[in-house]
């Protein structure tokens, strides 16, 4: 039971920072930060992916070019590229590493306003730390797991942020409703968003990425954009201006 509760408290925890700060944050600008907080999220990026943590700066770069590429052969994540789902994690990985290194050529409007933290990262994203967070995963796998079966999770703990990030590409690139026609493969999955913090109205989101909200619809419900309001209430955050980010607006962020 108590393997349970973690396996979903960490996917909930690890989708929820890597959708707010890397994805609406870091590569789509929806809102700003003090550098004070914005090393504060760090951290908890950290925390919650762990093993599987990845840098906001590479990763930045490469969703701003799957949505300048959508679906062409200079998509970095498009499942119209890739035989299968594991085909397409494992060269999105690459992809991304290629990035991180410096080894990829990198238009500089691309890598315009993205956050760096390079003194946290050499420590966070080495693989000495990873090593560290895998052993205490097993470690608590260990203690806790009452049953076998319950290690066939642990992988899935290990590589949460990869996989949660490759289960969206595939299968809102794959799979669902269309509110718009655009032209790519974009689907909103699921009608009611309650497993990806409102990630999955994909297809809102390719047609107006500078929009905080991706719920366009009445019953649909992005329960990020709903935190992001209280941040904002809360001071911690500025949302953009609302002329900038409404649905009829002329300006995207990528
Ligand atoms: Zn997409
Ligand atoms: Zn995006």
């Not at 992809?95 to 691309?110: A, N, W």
């Not at 990030?165 to 032209?183: D, L, P, R, T």
């Amino acid at each position: 039971m108590i393997i349970i509760v973690f396996f979903i408290i960490h996917w909930y925890a690890s989708l929820f920072f890597q959708s707010f700060f890397h994805h609406r944050y870091a590569a789509h600008k929806h809102f700003c930060m003090s550098k004070n907080w914005e090393k504060f999220f760090y951290i908890c990026c950290f925390i919650t992916q762990g093993s599987s943590y990845i840098s906001a700066y590479a990763y930045g770069i490469m969703h701003r070019l799957h949505h300048m590429h959508t679906d062409t052969e200079a998509d970095p994540h498009s499942p119209a590229n890739h035989p299968n789902f594991w085909c397409m994690m494992l060269e999105t990985r690459n992809t991304y590493f290629s990035i991180y290194r410096g080894k990829t050529f990198v238009d500089e409007k691309i890598k315009k306003d993205l956050p760096e933290w390079n003194a946290f990262d050499a420590i966070a994203h080495n693989w000495v730390t990873r090593t560290a967070w895998i052993i205490i995963y097993t470690i608590f796998y260990i203690i806790f797991a009452t049953e076998w079966w319950l290690f066939l999770l642990l992988p899935l703990t290990v590589i949460m942020g990869t996989l949660q990030g490759a289960v969206v590409n595939w299968w809102a690139h794959k799979f669902g409703y269309v509110n718009y026609a655009v032209n790519n493969t974009s689907k909103n999955i699921v009608p009611l968003d309650i497993f990806f913090w409102g990630e999955s109205y994909h297809n809102n989101h390719h047609k107006y990425p500078g929009r905080p909200d991706n719920a366009h619809r009445w019953f649909e419900f992005d329960a990020l954009y709903k935190t992001e309001l209280l941040l904002h209430k809360m001071r911690i955050i500025q949302l953009r201006e609302k002329k900038l980010s409404g649905p009829n607006s002329k300006t995207e962020i990528f």
